[in-house]
C-alpha cells in the first residue's frame, strides 16, 4: 500500500487482481491500455528532451519546443493518469467518491505535480 497526497488529501494506494476486473468495469477497457499511454508519453517526451539538448538554443526555447511538442498527448495522458490513479484508491477503499466526482475536487492540476509521477510509478510496479 501506498499513500499519496493531492490538493493536500491523502489518498492511499492499493492494487490486486481484482483492480484490474473493476478497471474494466468502471472505464470499459483495460487498465494495461492505459499504462501503455502513461509509458509512452514518457518516452516520447524522453526523446524529444534529448533531441532537443543536441540543439544550440536557449532553456526556454527548449522548454517551448519539448511543451508543444507534447500537448499532443496530453489529454490521454491526463485521462489514463487519474482513471488509474482513481481505480488504485478505489482499490485501497471502496467507499471513495465515483471518479468524476473525484475529479471535481481536484483544485490545482499540473502536469508535474508528485503525486502523477507517485502514481505513474507505483502503476507500473503493479501492472507490468
Do not use: P
Request: hydrophobic residues 40%; negative net charge.
Amino acid at each position: 500500500m501506498k499513500t499519496i497526497t493531492i490538493c493536500g488529501k491523502e489518498h492511499k494506494l492499493e492494487c490486486n487482481a481484482l483492480t484490474y476486473v473493476k478497471y474494466k468495469n468502471f472505464f470499459k477497457r483495460g487498465i494495461i491500455e492505459d499504462v501503455q499511454i502513461l509509458q509512452d508519453y514518457l518516452i516520447k517526451q524522453t526523446i524529444i528532451t534529448k533531441q532537443v539538448e543536441e540543439k544550440n538554443i536557449t532553456e526556454v526555447e527548449k522548454l517551448s519546443i519539448v511543451s508543444n511538442y507534447m500537448n499532443k498527448y496530453i489529454d490521454d495522458f491526463i485521462i489514463a493518469i487519474t482513471r488509474i490513479a482513481w481505480i488504485l484508491m478505489y482499490t485501497a477503499d471502496k467507499d471513495i467518491e465515483e471518479y468524476e466526482k473525484w475529479l471535481e475536487g481536484i483544485s490545482s492540476f499540473k502536469i508535474d505535480d508528485d503525486w502523477i509521477v507517485e502514481v505513474a510509478e507505483f502503476a507500473v510496479s503493479c501492472f507490468c
